[in-house]
């Protein structure tokens, strides 16, 4: 009965090891990996019959179940080779290889009808345990033939795969290596030490434990492939994943044309900042040790969602790198380094940029005229920023004005520091307070509907952008008060008074005047104007909420300034329908 216990423990460890390979891949499985898992249970569970049978029909039944796993798991070990090394095996090769071993099987099949197969079979019971007697027929030569081509084929592909495949880990190679030696090893044992027991369920075995090995680091690459693939939605963008011991896991195509010394670098192998290292590090070392300081700091708050951006130049082209974490399931296995292209918005505003000290040079004899000028084209960049925006037609004229209404009343108090330099400079910088949109995605600046939480964090981004790109237009062209201001506007008009707001998370008097006074005219025009996403509320329904929110969101000094105003406001909201 111990001979039993051995195939039946056997068989059970093989449906366990399916059932983790189910739960381990879901809906993401492979093909070739899900009929090796499913076909190896079966194949085991062949040898009870063969080897406990009383008679030679059952014997022989049980051996035809155990030919399943000779005649198919050595072609699906194979393909499953070709799919995961990348290897686009012909069609008639892949349908000639599934035809052979089809018909080989049918040969199996046979056996106890024809003698194609076997000339004869027969049971002898010695000890409670079956000894199979066997007489091959012409086509038995034929599945040897069918197992030494596959298992060339496998070898050829793996040797192919180290010399020439950079994007197929070592670790894989070794590991798929380890199972056609094992297959060989468990066959010749069997041979030459004639052992009562089948080694081959326990190479099935090993196979299975081999496969979840590399199925776990290959879903590292896919999972982290697809998140990638998830933010980066343009051809012209790049990313590189390192997992958390510093490995490479790999990288899409447009950042190996960015730096084609990544071509060079094999998957899991060690990310060497010493030139020395290896070839082809002259240009990634320039930037690598910031990346690997960005991880230094992400080890220190694994429990943060941090990210770091840096910029990067090289050639024509203008990169800014990003560095985030890379989890799956919730469970942290590297880092994903981003590159995204804004040089078509950089050169914008190095455009700009130039255009304005052409402007400089003639500020000494016009300068009233090129005041004029300037703030035209500051009105009609904001216009042109929100034009690409589907859902806030009208917002910057409104704000404005709305601003210059809050400002009025303001004025009749005559408070310290508001004197009219500062007013004229709010009022005009109000039309720039959204002109950070301008390096948003079209896809989320004009999606027809509220945003995701992950599209909802990178729109947040245009404040802390919308401040950079002022401080390059305004920079030695206006006084440096309207340029604070401007930025100050840009910068923090989605702060909150309790501190809840961003990019900062600034409280209180730490937000500038100017910023509070924008925030105020932001919210309200947003509550009392039609969006894509929502119908405009009345005006005692924005009322309420503005009020509600005195002390909250807003300073609530400014209070009264915005109740004073509440005349004019309607009046010229009902004049705009």
């Keep these: 009965m111990d001979i039993e216990y051995y195939y039946l423990s056997i068989f059970v460890m093989s449906v366990l090891a399916l059932l983790v390979y189910i739960w381990r891949t879901g809906r993401n499985s492979d093909i070739y990996f899900t009929l090796i898992f499913v076909l190896i249970p079966i194949a085991n569970i062949g040898y009870i019959p063969l080897y406990l049978s009383e008679n030679v029909n059952e014997a022989l039944l049980g051996n035809k179940i155990v030919y399943i796993g000779g005649c198919f798991l050595s072609l699906l070990c194979m393909l499953a080779m070709s799919s995961m090394f990348s290897i686009r095996l012909p069609r008639w090769v892949v349908v000639c290889a599934v035809g052979f071993s089809l018909f080989i099987y049918f040969a199996v099949l046979s056996a106890g009808h024809t003698d194609f197969f076997y000339k ?79 080694l081959q369920p326990v190479s099935y075995l ?100 941090l990210t770091a951006e840096h910029v990067v130049e090289r050639g024509d082209h203008i990169y800014r790198m990003t560095v985030e974490n890379l989890k799956v399931r919730n469970k942290m296995y590297g880092y994903q380094i981003f590159f995204f292209d804004e040089t078509k918005e950089r050169q914008y505003t190095n455009l700009l940029r130039k255009y304005n000290d052409e402007l ?23 216009t042109m920023v929100e034009g690409r925006d589907a859902s806030t037609g009208g ?16 004025k009749k108090d005559k408070l310290e520091g508001l004197d009219e330099e500062f007013c004229r400079c709010v009022i005009k910088a109000a ?33 802390a952008k919308g401040a950079v790109l002022v401080h390059d237009i305004l920079k030695d062209v206006e006084e440096p008060r309207f340029q604070e201001i401007a930025e100050n506007v840009a910068h923090y008009h989605h702060e909150r ?81």
């Design 395 to 410: 917002h910057i004229r409104r704000t404005s004005t709305v601003v210059g209404f809050l400002i009025d009343e303001m």
């Design 120 to 198: 004869s079979f027969d049971v002898e019971n010695v000890d409670g345990i079956n000894e199979i007697h066997k007489v091959y027929g012409p086509l038995h030569k034929l599945f040897y033939v069918m197992l030494i081509s596959h298992a060339i084929a496998s070898i050829v592909m793996i040797v192919y795969s180290f010399v020439k495949k950079n994007e197929v880990s070592i670790r894989t190679l070794v590991l798929f290596s380890v199972i056609e030696l094992v297959s060989i090893m468990t066959y010749f044992l069997q041979k030459v030490f004639d052992s009562p027991v089948e």
């Design 431 to 463: 039309p720039m307070h959204d002109i950070g949109k301008i390096a948003v995605d079209d896809v989320i600046l004009r999606k027809p509907g509220r945003f995701t939480p992950e599209e909802f964090e990178i729109m947040k981004t245009h404040a």
């Design 360 to 382: 400089e040079i003639e500020v000494g004899k016009k300068t009233e005229h090129i005041q004029e000028i300037q703030d035209k084209m500051v009105l009609g960049l904001a």
């Design 497 to 577: 008074w309790d501190g809840s707001g961003y990019p900062d998370g600034l409280k209180g008097e730490e937000i500038p005047l100017e910023a509070r006074i924008m925030a105020i005219a932001d919210v309200y025009d947003a509550l009392v104007s039609k969006r894509c996403y929502k119908e405009k509320m009345s005006f005692e329904q924005a009322y309420n909420i503005i009020e509600e929110g005195m002390g909250k969101h807003f300073d609530e000094r400014l209070n009264k300034y915005f109740i004073s105003s509440r005349a004019t406001l309607e009046s010229y909201y009902s004049a705009e329908e």
């Design 206 to 305: 090993l196979f299975q434990f081999v496969s979840l090995i590399i199925i776990n680091r290959a879903e590292l690459y896919n999972v982290g492939r697809s998140q990638a693939s998830a933010v980066i939605n343009k051809e012209e963008n790049g990313f590189m994943l390192i997992d958390k011991n510093m490995r490479y896991i790999g990288s899409n195509k447009t950042l190996r044309n960015f730096f084609p010394e990544l071509k060079l670098l094999r998957v899991d192998s060690p990310i060497e900042v010493d030139e020395k290292a290896g070839k082809g590090y002259k240009d990634m070392k320039d930037i690598m040790p910031y990346v690997m300081n960005r991880i230094s700091a992400f080890r220190r708050h694994d429990d943060q969602n």
